[in-house]
């Protein structure tokens, strides 16, 4: 056994993570992006662009109301209601709290 465990020692010794919780943690986020998406796609298009302009291009309110051709105070009430339009829709794809309910591999 001295001699086993010397050749055992002579090997360079590496380390391998367990990919499995990036794995889960990757698959995951497709589910709450694709969660997202369809919630994304139920909001009408003023909400749409309120959310792309000042969530996803990050331009200020200001900027955004410009683009939109609307005064500032429209734009933060807008996103406001888009943002919680956006929850609401994401929740009801699951209903019970559980983002994986709905899925046949929960």
Not at 77 to 88: E, F, K, M, P
């Amino acid at each position: 056994m001295l001699r086993h465990q010397r050749a055992l020692d002579r090997l360079p010794r590496t380390w391998v993570p367990d990919h499995a919780d990036a794995v889960v943690a990757h698959l995951d986020d497709q589910r709450r992006l694709s969660d997202v998406e369809r919630a994304f796609a139920g909001l009408n298009p003023a909400d749409q662009d309120v959310i792309a302009l000042c969530v996803w291009q990050g331009l200020e309110y200001a900027d955004a109301a410009l683009t939109l051709g609307v005064p500032v105070g429209t734009v933060r009430s807008r996103l406001s209601r888009a943002r919680g339009r956006l929850t609401t829709l994401t929740e009801q794809q699951h209903p019970e709290g559980n983002p994986q309910a709905g899925s046949k591999d929960a």
